[in-house]
């Protein structure tokens, strides 16, 4: 197979290696400087310094170099999904795998990745959406993951699975696309919540709560959108919500240790160079709540820390005063 992935920021970088052990890959940058730094050094310095990026794999910023691909997988931030996609619009082909491995909903529309693609690429076809617990940089050193690919069509999820499936990269199928990507965009913005507990210095009890309850409000938002109670426990529910509350490598976290030292959100996204998906998608988990009318005063309160310069400990000690309630509301 010829897998095309387009995005070569870390996760897209990883995922170009991982595919390379069986299949022809192309990893295609928006940036021509970009891509031919990556070509010269067979690394990608900003992105995955120290990972070597096998010869195999061919690295550009033109188009043309893509359109006879078997799958495009894109792996771009949100708010460049849908100008990237539309780049791609004039080498469509119905026979293709379109696969999404970008978590996060566009704020204009409030829509998944997965439809934007179908609209943009597939005339409304079936779309293959890839997440789960899976951090770029051990990904691409071959440490063992396992994540989850979900389509509507069960055909298109296999194809996906058994093209990217090794020894060290186990993915399973799934039918249910809305709550695959309602996790992996949510987890996002709790992941910011997390580095502010940090930051603040509490402990694993605090952790722990946040990483419940905040799995309670993801799961409140995607029932609501339609998603399957089943998913909320699986890779792509508390599986990534786990691995992204809890580690180092989280930029989402680094942001929330930022706010929690004081730093505004206009200091933090101008000191970070990759995208902290998390604020920008709270934007429009807070639309949501408004519209739905569904509670999620976590995300709340990482919204008025992000954009209303709330001070964080005021908010979390916010949260812990709301009026008592039952687990199961």
Request: hydrophobic share 40%.
């Amino acid at each position: 197979m010829k897998i095309s992935v387009i995005g070569a920021g870390g996760w897209g970088t990883a995922l170009a290696i991982r595919a390379s052990v069986c299949h022809e890959v192309v990893l295609w940058s928006f940036f021509p400087d970009e891509a031919d730094s990556i070509r010269a050094g067979r690394e990608n310095k900003d992105y995955l310094p120290g990972t070597r990026i096998p010869d195999n794999i061919t690295i550009t910023s033109d188009r043309t170099a893509v359109k006879e691909s078997d799958m495009w997988l894109f792996a771009v931030p949100s708010r460049f999904f849908r100008s990237t996609v539309k780049e791609f619009t004039p080498y469509a082909s119905p026979s293709r795998l379109l696969v999404s491995a970008t978590k996060g909903f566009e704020f204009t529309t409030e829509k998944r990745m997965s439809q934007i693609l179908a609209e943009e690429l597939s005339g409304g076809g079936s779309v293959t959406v890839i997440s789960g617990p899976s951090h770029a940089e051990e990904v691409a050193k071959s440490q063992p993951t396992s994540i989850v690919a979900a389509s509507a069509d069960e055909d298109c999820a296999r194809a996906v699975q058994e093209a990217f499936s090794d020894q060290t990269f186990r993915l399973y199928t799934n039918d249910d696309v809305i709550g695959v990507e309602v996790c992996g965009a949510v987890k996002n913005v709790i992941a910011v919540a997390a580095g502010v507990l940090r930051g603040l210095g509490f402990g694993d009890n605090t952790m722990a709560a946040l990483i419940t309850r905040g799995l309670a409000e993801i799961r409140r938002l995607g029932i609501a959108l339609g998603a399957k109670e089943s998913t909320f426990a699986g890779l792509a529910g508390m599986g990534d919500l786990v691995v992204t509350c809890t580690s180092k490598h989280s930029r989402n976290g680094r942001t929330g240790e930022l706010l929690a030292s004081g730093q505004t959100m206009e200091q933090i996204t101008g000191s970070m160079k990759m995208v902290a998906e998390g604020v920008e998608t709270v934007k429009t988990v807070v639309k949501f709540e408004d519209e739905l009318s569904i509670p999620m005063p976590i995300s709340r309160a990482v919204y008025r820390m992000l954009y209303e310069h709330a001070d964080p400990l005021t908010e979390l000690y916010a949260l812990m005063s709301r009026p008592l309630k039952s687990e199961y509301i």
